[in-house]
């Protein structure tokens, strides 16, 4: 490590949307952000991605999970070799099983395997200790958000919002003098995002996605449908609270009846609505929401986001970030809060009992 403690991180991750596997470096000293490096993408093939898709909700032992398990390291193994110049690895895996109040969180991926295979020391399992001592264990981005909203030279409140398989907000008050102090963050999941869009259009027309909501677009909102998943009593519910990518899967079959653009559509209403059903939890308003993840992509889901919110809606590019790899750099930044000891997540985040690390270091022999 250099003089000013900061270090050169690569993050992975592979995220429940099941699209593939985004890497980014920065250089961090866990506080700072003191440059943004390189990023990649690597697409999980269809076998890869049916192979992922047949293990969710499977849980260490099943046979799922192991195939699974190869095809994230494997694509780890590949994307992450293009790489030079890093110092330290933060793996997050693919997420399969996540029941914080049940049997736990579980992501696949062997992450001492990465750190033989790369040669570089690698922090993973970022969410068992913090599930272990009674948190969520998600989000985990926040404390990354906070860095971002310094980085950006914020000084009123705002969000940042993660739109991928599953939503995500972290409401932030930049003036706090750290993530870790009570009241400068407020984090939970917001409710379902793409995923359940993407399963829609696998489910009907074999598609992976609604590429620029163009299938949404030539939809009509059932705004009744829409009221009746937003009285589930799990949007009023205040945070701490975070969700497993199927949990709102049931809505695909609700909407049977609706025409393909007619579901689109209102599937990508839920995903707007349940963030507006957020703001009720705000500590303060928010002068802004900066949108991240490939949500903001879809035309249909941002316009859906402004009809219903009243402050401006912006992604991320605006303020000068990268929205596709926001993710990765916060498993780099947070990689080198373990390392260095510092909590990654706590009462304000993750609904923990305490500030905790979470993640666990494996070096290379
Ligand atoms: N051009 C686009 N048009 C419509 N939707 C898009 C577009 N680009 C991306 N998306 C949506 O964004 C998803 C990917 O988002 P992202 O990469 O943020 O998810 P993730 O990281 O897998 O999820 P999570 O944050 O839940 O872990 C795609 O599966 C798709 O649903
Ligand atoms: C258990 C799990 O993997 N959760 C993911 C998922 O995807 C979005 C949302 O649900 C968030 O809670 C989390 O990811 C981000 C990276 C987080 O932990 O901040």
């Known amino acids: 490590m250099r003089k000013d403690g900061a270090l050169w991180a690569l993050g992975a991750m592979s995220g429940t ?55 994230v390291e494997a694509a780890h193994a590949e994307l992450l070799s293009r790489f030079t110049g890093a110092e330290l690895l933060g793996f997050h895996g693919q997420t399969l099983a996540h029941e914080p109040s049940g049997r736990g969180t579980h992501q696949c991926g062997n992450g001492a395997l990465l750190a033989q295979l790369l040669g570089l020391p690698t922090v993973w399992d970022f969410r068992s200790a913090d599930v272990t001592i009674g948190g969520q264990g998600a989000p985990l981005a926040p404390f990354y958000h906070f860095a971002l909203a310094r980085h950006i030279g914020a000084t009123e409140p705002l969000a940042f919002l ?55 677009a030539a939809g009509e909102v059932d705004e009744d449908f829409v009221a009746s998943v937003l009285k589930d009593p799990w949007f009023d519910q205040p945070p701490p609270k975070s969700l497993d990518r199927n949990d709102f899967h049931g809505l695909i079959d609700r909407l049977k009846m609706l025409s393909d653009a ?104």
């Open 262 to 365: 007619d579901a689109a559509a209102t599937l990508t209403a839920i995903a707007a609505a349940s963030v507006a059903a957020a703001q009720i939890h705000f500590p303060a308003p928010v002068t802004r929401i900066l949108v991240t993840g490939g949500g903001r992509h879809n035309p249909v889901l941002m316009a859906e986001l402004r009809r219903r919110i009243p402050c401006p809606i912006l992604p991320v590019e605006d303020v000068g970030l990268d929205g596709d790899m926001l993710e990765a750099q916060a498993f780099a930044f947070l990689a080198v809060r373990v390392l260095l000891k510092m909590a990654t997540s706590g009462p304000d985040t993750t609904g923990a009992p305490a500030l905790v690390g979470g993640g666990q270091i494996s070096r290379p022999d």
């Open 162 to 216: 993660n739109l991928g398989g599953v939503g995500n907000l972290t409401w932030i008050d930049p003036t706090a003098p750290g993530p870790e102090n009570p009241g400068a963050l407020l984090a939970f999941d917001t409710g379902p995002a793409n995923a359940p869009i993407n399963d829609l259009m696998q489910d009907r027309l074999g598609l992976d996605h609604d590429e620029g909501g163009r299938l949404a």
């Open 17 to 71: 949307s099941l699209d593939g596997v985004d890497a980014a470096m920065i250089k961090t000293d866990g506080r700072a952000i003191f440059a943004f490096g390189p990023s990649a993408y690597r697409p999980y093939t269809p076998e890869e991605r049916a192979t992922l898709r047949g293990a969710l909700g499977r849980w260490p032992g099943d046979p799922g999970v192991t195939a699974a398990a190869e095809v």
